[in-house]
């Protein structure tokens, strides 16, 4: 595992120095929910971080299915969507040992996720729970501060937004955004036609959980 983590650092550094170009992807899974949502999400945030981060990823809507050894090539994956969610028990373990040896997932609630990803989780880390990070945690203050934590881009049920997290061996392993829909805002500006503060609050929220994936082992 420690091996697994070293060789993740490797590639980081790599595509620091501009010699390997990361790719983001999007996590496909079953029980029909659509897993598929926020196409141009990824790519808008990839560009984003590329100018504001120094970063040399892929613009490209990379996908990669829970099941797949792929998965090990991202060390960030999106999972998104609407409905329901269902993980077998060796898309479970396969998940589990991708976020041990130093991978991150980021859940975005894109409405109605939550009820469905709360019970799958539980089948990736049976004894773990989700924590709400406080606001003062250093995903919140990257290259950007969010002295309130994760923003409100888009209002369902007026709740307030919420960041959780569940934390394996002291190390933030999976972050949740809820009741936010970071993703609708990294979206391009004419599908959901927020307005462009809106989208670049988001962006530099999506910055801010990519500087940290990327940095917490330092």
Known sequence: ??????????????????????????????????????????????????????????????????????????????????????????????????????GFLHIDDNYGLDQFIRLEMKKVFPELEFIELPYNHPIYHQKFDFDGGVPKIHEHDGKPAQGFGIIYEGRLVCFYSYESDLGNGWEDQSIHNDPESKRLEALKMGANIISYAFTQYQ
């Open 1 to 102: 595992m420690r091996k697994s983590i070293f060789l993740l650092l490797i590639i980081i550094s790599a595509s620091a120095q501009g010699q390997v170009r990361l790719k983001l992807a999007k996590l496909k899974y079953d029980g029909g929910g659509d897993w598929y949502a926020n196409k141009t999400a990824l790519p808008n945030l990839a560009r984003y971080c590329n100018q504001q981060l120094n970063t040399n990823f892929d613009e490209d809507d990379e996908e990669v299915d829970i099941s797949s050894p792929e998965l090990f090539l991202y060390p960030y994956v999106y999972m998104t969507g609407h409905g329901n969610v269902v993980f077998s028990p060796s898309q479970a373990e396969n998940l589990r040992t991708y976020l041990e040896a130093g």
